[in-house]
């Protein structure tokens, strides 16, 4: 039994000083903590040693990344209602005006370009197409396409000019149907800007842009799939820079992609600079290397440029064809740096691409594939909505297709709400799978613990006390803990895991310990009392700064502080179970860390006996700023602190001061169907702690 009081008796006579009641005075202004952002550079990616390591990983970042999307669970897939019209006929190809609904009201637009003289079923390729200005419609200057020549990034005027339509008609040419469409607010896409959800109602229901895209994409997948003269097993997906993004994106999501080339945005540099590539938990843990890593053992080709894809083939490919070596299948990754160009989907970039489209989707085609002249046609005639085919009437903006997104996800929601051992279990996986990202932890075993204790800071009072630092294995923050023994030293290896806002000064008044932690002494157990994140004095004199035009570019790459206060609770119960080698913890949480230890609980399986918690009348509709600390993106896409709270079935438990935030309607069903109903105790009335804790150690 590994206890933290094996040492000399001396040392615990030692004299030291007790957690002070009040925080040191601060000096200094309080300090904005030094967080991640999407310009850091080292997002690099670790392939694992075996291929069933890397299934198991790949499973929990398509996990992550779903759920960050707000696609967990996928919404249901309404008819396209699909309108093609305007054929445009060209010398080998013909292009068409296409627009249907990805959602009811909210539409995707693009052109369709299709290979003349080819018979049966044909080869695809789904072309998103990136910041360029205006998008599809993108028409470089004389003057800037004069430059691509002179700098033999480009050959033809045509292809300096329109770059973008360049690609879509050589892919048509080598026997490919196109599918080139908008990103929102481009283009034929301007129901909706391109900086639409970025308020604290859509973080607390897990909707953004980029999500939106990303079903967009899915939906444009679906449209292309669906063709009579495709071969839904010979489709390829293309783009550059949020192209790119959007590309390696619904290539980790959607098993029906068969090549994918992203273009200048797989890095271990920077991640994508725009609203519609960032998103909440999105990179938290993980970066474009790996999510671009899970099409593996597919095709996967790439270019880099002179911008943040500069060292792709030195940081990146090498740990891509590490994985592809699991597979045996090392040469389906490749990816070409042009240093000479900058940021780009030049015909120099785009020829690797026709070569590796060529190679993997069979086309049959002599190497190398080169260009061929092309005659462009003029923006305004490519634009889908005219006179006989205008928008349709039931088109909406913004505010609706946020109203349809929540309409439905609470009707998805409200079919996990437990009945039976059934729905019971998938509560657990879908809102259970929901909370392991939304805090981006689980409880960790032994292996996941590092420690380092404090000498010279034991002394004996009401009891024995020890404080020690406890951190995760590769962080660098650790969480310091104050535990507290009964005086004669003999407990009955049952812990108590203490969480408060003040953290170990809540143990304390006028030099003493208070009555509800010496009731826990007296039933012979132990306190375990942590600072977790920016709370008690671990919190002094420090704030978490939230970026103020998008809460996605902070919470995509940290987590946010409730999530990480959770995560400190969890290490602390993890924490009290491996040192004090027993598996009877109790978890108590007062006043506001109420809510944080019920999160918690619902990670900790049966590492937990019992948990009281003050839910302090909190809802998580009360969140009206995405710097608010209670902040939980997510939240109220998978039923609030409610159903997230009925995660804790069958454990017991005892919640109190929960009058007016629903707790019922969720906790006392997954109860009853867990065959618990005798383990749950419930007050709407705030109840003292000395009751509470004679119920926790009874």
């Given at each position: 039994m590994m206890r933290l009081f094996a040492l000399p008796a001396l040392l615990l006579l030692a004299a030291g000083a007790l957690p002070s009641a009040e925080p040191p005075p601060n000096k200094k202004p309080p300090q904005p903590l030094p967080l991640r952002t999407l310009h850091d550079k080292d997002f690099f990616f670790k392939p694992p040693a075996t291929r069933q390591a890397w299934e198991a990983r790949r499973k929990e970042v398509r996990e992550q990344l779903l759920v960050a999307l707000g696609l967990w669970p996928m919404p249901p897939k309404t008819p396209l209602r699909p309108?093609?019209?305007?054929?445009?006929?060209?010398?080998?190809?013909?292009?068409?005006?296409?627009?249907?609904?990805?959602?009811?009201?909210?539409?995707?637009?693009?052109?369709?370009?299709?290979?003349?003289?080819?018979?049966?079923?044909?080869?695809?390729?789904?072309s998103p197409h990136g910041h360029w200005p205006q998008g599809r419609f993108f028409e470089a200057k004389d003057a800037a396409a004069k430059a691509e020549i002179a700098g033999k990034g480009e050959q033809a005027l045509a292809g300096a000019r329109y770059p973008l339509q360049a690609r879509c008609a050589q892919l048509a040419r080598m026997g490919c149907v196109v599918f080139h469409y908008d990103m929102v607010g481009y283009a034929d896409s301007k129901a909706l800007g391109h900086t639409a959800f970025t308020g604290a109602d859509a973080e607390l229901r897990l909707q953004s842009l980029f999500g939106l895209q990303t079903w967009n994409s899915i939906r444009a997948l679906d449209f292309?799939?669906?063709?009579?003269?495709?071969?839904?097993?010979?489709?390829?997906?293309?783009?550059?820079?949020?192209?790119?993004?959007?590309?390696?994106?619904?290539?980790?999501?959607?098993?029906?992609?068969?090549?994918?080339?992203?273009?200048?945005?797989?890095?271990?540099?920077?991640?994508?600079?725009?609203?519609?590539?960032?998103?909440?938990?999105?990179?938290?843990?993980?970066?474009?290397?790996?999510?671009?890593?899970?099409?593996?053992?597919?095709?996967?080709?790439?270019?880099g440029a002179n911008d943040w894809t500069l060292e792709i083939e030195k940081k990146g490919?090498?740990?891509?064809?590490?994985?592809?070596?699991?597979?045996?299948?090392?040469?389906?990754?490749?990816?070409?740096?042009?240093?000479?160009?900058?940021?780009?989907?030049?015909?120099?970039?785009?020829?690797?691409?026709?070569?590796?489209?060529?190679?993997?989707?069979?086309?049959?085609?002599?190497?190398?594939v080169k260009e061929s002249p092309f005659e462009p046609i003029p923006p305004k005639e490519l634009s889908v909505y005219t006179k006989d085919h205008p928008l349709p009437k039931d088109a909406v903006g913004e505010?609706?297709?946020?109203?349809?997104?929540?309409?439905?996800?609470d009707k998805q929601l409200a079919a996990l709400k437990p009945r039976d051992a059934a729905t019971l279990a998938e509560h657990r996986r879908v809102i259970g799978t929901a909370l392991r990202v939304m805090i981006h932890?689980?409880?960790?075993?032994?292996?996941?613990?590092?420690?380092?204790?404090?000498?010279?800071?034991?002394?004996?009072?009401?009891?024995?006390?020890?404080?020690?630092?406890?951190?995760?294995?590769?962080?660098?923050?650790?969480?310091p803990i104050l535990v507290v023994r009964p005086k004669n030293m003999r407990d009955n290896g049952t812990v108590v895991v203490w969480i408060h806002p003040r953290g170990q000064d809540s143990l304390f008044e006028d030099g003493k310990l208070v009555p509800a932690a010496q009731k826990i002494l007296a039933a012979?157990?132990?306190?375990?009392?942590?600072?977790?994140?920016?709370?008690?004095?671990?919190?002094?004199?420090?704030?978490?700064?939230?970026?103020?035009?998008?809460?996605?570019?902070?919470?995509?790459?940290?987590?946010?502080?409730?999530?990480?206060?959770?995560?400190?609770?969890?290490?602390?119960?993890?924490?009290?179970r491996v040192r004090w080698d027993t598996d009877k913890v109790h978890l108590v949480g007062f006043e506001e860390a109420g809510p944080w230890v019920l999160l918690a609980r619902g990670l900790c399986g049966d590492g937990v006996k019992r948990t009281a918690a003050d839910i302090h009348g909190f809802r998580f509709e009360k969140v009206r700023t995405t710097s608010d600390e209670m902040m939980l993106p997510g939240a109220l896409k998978y039923g609030g602190l409610p159903a997230l709270t009925a995660?804790?079935?069958?454990?017991?438990?005892?919640?109190?001061?929960?009058?007016?935030?629903?707790?019922?309607?969720?906790?006392?069903?997954?109860?009853?169907?867990?065959?618990a109903e005798k383990k749950l105790h419930t007050s709407g009335e705030k109840v003292g702690s000395d009751k509470v804790i004679e119920w926790l150690v009874r």
């Open positions: 309108v093609v019209h305007g054929k445009i006929a060209r010398d080998g190809y013909t292009v068409e005006k296409v627009f249907f609904a990805s959602l009811p009201g909210h539409y995707v637009s693009g052109n369709l370009y299709r290979p003349t003289g080819k018979k049966g079923r044909l080869p695809a390729v789904l292309l799939a669906a063709l009579p003269d495709v071969d839904p097993k010979r489709i390829g997906v293309t783009g550059a820079s949020g192209g790119g993004t959007q590309t390696f994106l619904l290539c980790a999501l959607d098993e029906r992609p068969a090549v994918a080339f992203p273009a200048v945005m797989v890095s271990t540099k920077m991640q994508g600079g725009c609203v519609c590539e960032n998103c909440s938990y999105l990179r938290i843990g993980t970066g474009n290397v790996e999510i671009a890593a899970m099409f593996a053992p597919k095709p996967l080709g790439m270019t490919l090498p740990e891509l064809k590490a994985l592809y070596k699991l597979y045996g299948a090392e040469e389906k990754v490749a990816a070409k740096c042009f240093p000479e160009f900058g940021h780009n989907y030049n015909q120099v970039s785009r020829e690797v691409m026709y070569d590796w489209l060529n190679a993997h989707l069979k086309l049959g085609l002599a190497s190398p505010e609706r297709v946020r109203q349809y997104l929540t309409e439905t996800s932890d689980k409880l960790p075993g032994k292996e996941g613990l590092a420690r380092k204790d404090e000498k010279g800071t034991l002394v004996k009072l009401d009891g024995a006390y020890a404080k020690i630092h406890v951190r995760r294995p590769g962080e660098k923050r650790s969480i012979k157990a132990v306190v375990f009392a942590p600072d977790v994140f920016l709370s008690g004095q671990e919190g002094h004199g420090r704030t978490y700064p939230v970026n103020k035009s998008y809460a996605g570019y902070t919470y995509g790459y940290n987590r946010p502080v409730l999530s990480q206060r959770v995560s400190d609770v969890l290490t602390t119960v993890a924490e009290a995660l804790a079935a069958p454990g017991e438990l005892f919640l109190h001061n929960h009058r007016g935030t629903g707790m019922g309607g969720w906790v006392k069903p997954a109860y009853k169907a867990a065959g």
